[in-house]
Structures are given as C-alpha cells and as structure tokens.
C-alpha cells in the first residue's frame, strides 16, 4: 500500500506562488495516476488535476486552469503542484492521492492559505 506525505503549504499573498510536494513510498508510484485534491472549509473535496502515469497527460479543473501545473518524478516518487497567481478562494487543505487499484489512498494534507 502506498504511503504519501504532502509538504509546502503555508500562507501567502494574493497573486503569490507556491509548489506543493507529495512524496510516496511503498506501492508503486511510477504505475499509478495520481492527482491532487482541495478541500476549503464547509466544502466538499473537489479534484484539481491529475496526471498520468508516466506523466505525459495531465488534467486541471477550470478553476486552476492556466494557473497551476501538475508535474511528477518517477524517479524521486514525487508529484509536484505548482501554484501561481493564488486567490484567496484556493485557501483549502490540498491532498494527493494514489489511485490504484483499490481505490484512492491519500496524504494527510497540507493547508494552503491565501491572503487578500
């Protein structure tokens, strides 16, 4: 079962950038799709993107479209999040996620707040 641990949040201004990390051991990171996910406070978790396996594919959500990339290092077992031009309605605790073949396994998530 693979195990992941996201990292780089923190607070920052409107129109500032953040990278977020997610590091996966255990499983096998270079087969799975994985995607990041946010969640802001009495909302449901809603899907930012997600890339392919070998990452030649990603997808974004309209919201983040053109503002955010998805990127991953097979050989490092990591996936990226790259965040630019942040709007205070991307404050949310953002999780990636794994999805293999029993289904989705999460991070403990790493809170992102921006500030007006």
């Known amino acids: 079962q693979v195990q992941l641990v996201e990292s780089g949040g923190g607070l920052v201004q409107a129109g500032g950038s953040l990278r977020l990390s997610c590091d996966a051991s255990?499983?096998?990171?270079?087969?799975?799709?994985m995607a990041w996910f946010r969640q802001a406070p009495g909302k449901e978790r809603a899907l930012v993107g997600r890339?392919?396996?070998?990452?030649?594919?990603?997808y974004y959500a309209d919201s983040v479209k053109g503002r955010f990339t998805i990127a991953r290092d097979n050989a490092k077992n990591t996936m990226y999040l790259q965040m630019n031009s942040l709007k205070p309605e991307d404050t949310a605790v953002y999780y990636c996620?794994?999805?293999?073949?029993?289904?989705?396994?999460w991070g403990q998530g790493t809170q992102v707040t921006v500030s007006s």
């Open positions: 996620a794994a999805m293999t073949s029993r289904g989705y396994s």
């Open positions: 255990g499983g096998t990171f270079s087969g799975y799709f």
């Open positions: 890339i392919s396996p070998t990452g030649d594919s990603t």
